[in-house]
């Protein structure tokens, strides 16, 4: 099948490869390693799969890998930097946010993303939850998730 | 892996161009939030794709000397709502697109996708409608430009052909100058869900007395539509309970809306005609009207 050569950097590591044209950058990101980014419902409806592509998030299931050339992709496991976790992972941590965690590594980038694009702006309860209305929690435990964001966004 | 059987990455508009009309089965893929749901469901009708995602030019949002508004066909919904240029002139619009699923899709969708692939529900459709946008497209004859009344066929039909790529709509200052507008989406979820019911309206205001309305909805018919019934009922006349009631019945005679498993009928009617008294009054309020 049909390939095309990309340059693209995941977290700090760069990368040069022929990847086939009908792979999603979900799956790519997967065979990788970087298996925080989940395979969820596959069609972007609840956000497990969210990673930032220059640090715009979006649902890696609905992108072709190929699309990701020349360009910068973060996930969760570069988030956390010489065994330290970022503010965002620590208020996940701190807020009790997690239950199954399927969807966390998602909202973790989702909050990050949010948190870099509202900084130093005072965010309501409804703010948050309209920014990260595209990542479901099959738990529910929504409100631990929104009382992270708002610790990050203070820390 | 996506069951694609041919793919082509366009490396200019006339080599996109070349590529469609070389190939009856081929379709465009922009953002992909319509195309690659549809190949993961496994619909055969999208395996043969041309990707327009290396025409940077067609991301371009631009305002020109004389006032006209241009958005590339590849902006994503994100960049048009939050450009300076939209949110200053064409607020309705960001209004709008803020309705579409969440921040991921909205961060990869485009608008030219919203409105060519012909979707009932389009939440760009309305402020389309009522902006009267131009539709600047690369078909195999060159350029031509097409208007948004009578762009739509029917469920998921355009009257786009075969090799034809939109790459820019086009406002004209006399289609937003002086107009105030508004967009109200009514859908079972607050996110990631699709209209019931979607009504923009715009006004143009002398005074306390409307001038002008455009009124259009999306699902209430077979194709995003304008209310030229309603729109003529309320011109010349200022917003009272009594006009708006009026305005309300003659709507009757511009819809069509259906059953679906979304809605009744008769449900899209109540809302057909609530929405419209509700939206051309916050249009109005909009401008600063008296009410």
């Known amino acids: ?155 | 892996m996506f069951p694609i059987e041919k793919y082509h990455f366009a490396s200019s508009v006339g080599d996109a161009v070349q590529a469609l009309a070389a190939d009856e089965k081929a379709k465009i893929i922009a953002g992909g939030t319509d195309v690659l749901v549809r190949l993961h469901g496994g619909n055969s009708d999208y395996d043969r794709l041309v990707d327009i995602n290396g025409l940077s030019e067609l991301k371009e949002i631009k305002i020109d000397g004389e006032g006209n508004i241009l958005i590339g066909s590849l902006a994503t919904f994100t960049e048009i709502m939050e450009h300076e240029v939209v949110k200053k002139h064409l607020p309705v619009i960001a209004e709008s697109l803020a309705t579409i699923g969440g921040p991921q899709v909205r961060n990869s969708g485009t608008m030219g996708g919203n409105i060519c692939n012909g979707a009932v529900s389009a939440d760009s459709a309305c402020a389309a409608l009522i902006h009267e946008f131009d539709l600047l497209i690369e078909g195999l004859e060159g350029e031509r430009t097409e208007s948004i009344n009578g762009f739509h066929t029917g469920p998921g039909r355009t009257i786009l052909q075969k090799g034809d790529l939109l790459k820019y709509f086009c406002v004209r200052p006399e289609n937003y100058k002086g107009f105030s507008a508004s967009y109200y989406k009514y859908a079972m979820r607050g996110a990631m869900d699709i209209a019931t019911i979607g009504c923009g309206a715009a006004v143009k205001m002398n005074g306390d007395v409307i001038e002008t309305l455009k009124l259009a909805f999306t699902v209430a018919a077979p194709t995003p539509i304008r209310c030229k019934n309603a729109e003529k009922a309320m011109e010349n006349k200022t917003i009272t309970e009594e006009t708006l009631q009026t305005m309300a019945d003659a709507l009757e005679e511009d819809v069509k809306p259906r059953d679906s498993w979304r809605a009744s009928k008769d449900f899209r009617l109540h809302l057909i005609r609530t929405l419209a008294k509700k939206v051309t009054q916050q249009a109005v309020d909009n401008q600063g009207g008296t009410h």
């Not at chain 1, 790519?28 to 990673?51: F, I, M, P, Q, W």
């Not at chain 1, 956390?80 to 009790?96: M, T």
């Not at chain 1, 099959?138 to 610790?151: D, F, H, K, L, S």
């Open chain 1, 1 to 155: 099948m049909q390939t095309m050569n990309i340059k693209l950097t995941i977290n700090t590591r760069k990368y040069e490869m022929d990847v086939d044209v009908r792979k999603s950058l979900m799956d790519l990101l997967r065979e990788l390693g970087y298996t925080s980014v989940k395979h969820g419902c596959g069609v972007g409806e609840c956000g497990a799969c969210t990673v930032l592509v220059d640090d715009i998030p979006i649902d890696s299931c609905l992108y072709l890998a190929t699309w990701a050339n020349n360009t910068v992709i973060r996930t969760t496991e570069g988030e956390c930097r010489d065994g330290k976790l970022s503010a965002v992972q620590d208020a996940y941590v701190e807020e009790g946010a997690v239950q199954c965690g399927f969807c966390t590594p998602g909202l973790i980038m989702t909050t990050t993303s949010f948190l870099e694009k509202n900084k130093g702006k005072e965010l309501s309860r409804e703010e948050i939850k309209t920014g990260h209305a595209g990542n479901l929690c099959r738990c529910t435990g929504y409100q631990t998730i929104i009382n992270a964001v708002e610790t990050a966004s203070k820390k």
